[in-house]
């Protein structure tokens, strides 16, 4: 397994539990990590997490989804851009961010446990859709592999702090500070074939709402 220390700017690892759990929760996107053919290969692919288990899903027919249901060993980066460190100096200049990497391997999950995963995944994506939709047919679901990967292994890494400068920088004329970075929705697109009466519903209206989307830490930068 591979080692969860962090070996780079080591003082920015965090060891809360809490916090990794509030960056998965208000994250959409992981990055998996796995060897196909002999080549390191990187994946995009959605997630939420379900207590202690993160969960991944895709078709039965994707050979990387299947290569991990067979346990191949993974890796999985979450991370969240919080901020632009603008700095006095190209050097210095940095990024505000929150990011974690998982280790281990996944198991699929069959029965009652994929269909309260699988309902898991619709609500990370947008809260409150699973009761304005139907329910996937037994042939969606037979045609749908969904991956457990446990939360025991895991490093996390914070970025929230002011330019570090130097004094000759400090003293010259060029500004420096933090720029915050927060996700924005966008108005909602009807899909050309919308039937017309049918409005925008509840879920979508809170997701595009100026809170419905989950935002960074409004704490001012660390000193």
């Given at each position: 397994?591979?080692?969860?220390?962090?070996?780079?700017?080591?003082?920015?690892?965090?060891?809360?539990?809490?916090?990794?759990?509030?960056?998965?929760?208000?994250?959409?996107?992981?990055?998996?990590?796995?060897?196909?053919?002999?080549?390191?290969?990187?994946?995009?692919?959605?997630?939420?997490?379900?207590g202690?288990?993160?969960?991944?899903h895709?078709s039965?027919?994707?050979?990387?989804?299947?290569?991990?249901?067979?346990?191949?060993?993974?890796?999985?980066?979450?991370?969240?851009?919080?901020?632009?460190?603008?700095?006095?100096?190209?050097?210095?200049?940095?990024?505000?961010?929150?990011?974690?990497?998982?280790?281990?391997?996944?198991?699929?999950?069959?029965?009652?446990?994929?269909?309260?995963?699988?309902?898991?995944?619709?609500?990370?994506?947008?809260?409150?859709?699973?009761?304005?939709?139907?329910?996937?047919t037994?042939?969606?679901?037979?045609?749908?592999?969904?991956?457990?990967?446990?939360?025991?292994?895991?490093?996390?890494?914070?970025?929230?702090?002011?330019?570090?400068?130097?004094?000759?920088?400090?003293?010259?004329?060029?500004?420096?500070?933090?720029v915050?970075l927060?996700?924005?929705?966008?108005?909602?697109?009807?899909?050309?074939?919308?039937?017309?009466?049918?409005?925008?519903?509840?879920?979508?209206?809170?997701?595009?709402?100026?809170?419905?989307?989950?935002?960074?830490?409004?704490?001012?930068?660390?000193?």
């Amino acid at each position: 397994m591979p080692t969860t220390r962090v070996t780079r700017l080591a003082g920015k690892q965090r060891h809360d539990r809490d916090a990794l759990d509030r960056l998965l929760d208000s994250s959409r996107i992981c990055h998996v990590a796995v060897d196909v053919d002999g080549f390191p290969t990187v994946f995009p692919t959605a997630f939420a997490r379900d207590g202690d288990v993160l969960l991944i899903h895709g078709s039965t027919g994707s050979p990387w989804m299947r290569r991990l249901a067979r346990g191949a060993p993974i890796s999985v980066a979450v991370t969240a851009l919080d901020g632009i460190v603008v700095a006095r100096s190209a050097f210095e200049s940095s990024l505000h961010y929150r990011s974690a990497m998982l280790f281990g391997a996944a198991s699929p999950l069959t029965g009652d446990v994929q269909a309260r995963a699988l309902d898991l995944l619709t609500e990370a994506l947008v809260p409150g859709r699973l009761s304005e939709v139907r329910r996937p047919t037994s042939r969606e679901t037979a045609a749908t592999l969904v991956l457990g990967l446990p939360i025991e292994h895991w490093s996390l890494k914070v970025s929230d702090g002011w330019p570090e400068d130097d004094p000759d920088d400090v003293a010259g004329p060029a500004w420096a500070g933090v720029v915050p970075l927060t996700e924005a929705a966008g108005s909602p697109l009807p899909a050309p074939d919308l039937r017309r009466g049918v409005v925008v519903p509840s879920s979508v209206s809170r997701l595009t709402s100026p809170d419905g989307i989950a935002q960074p830490s409004s704490r001012q930068p660390s000193k």
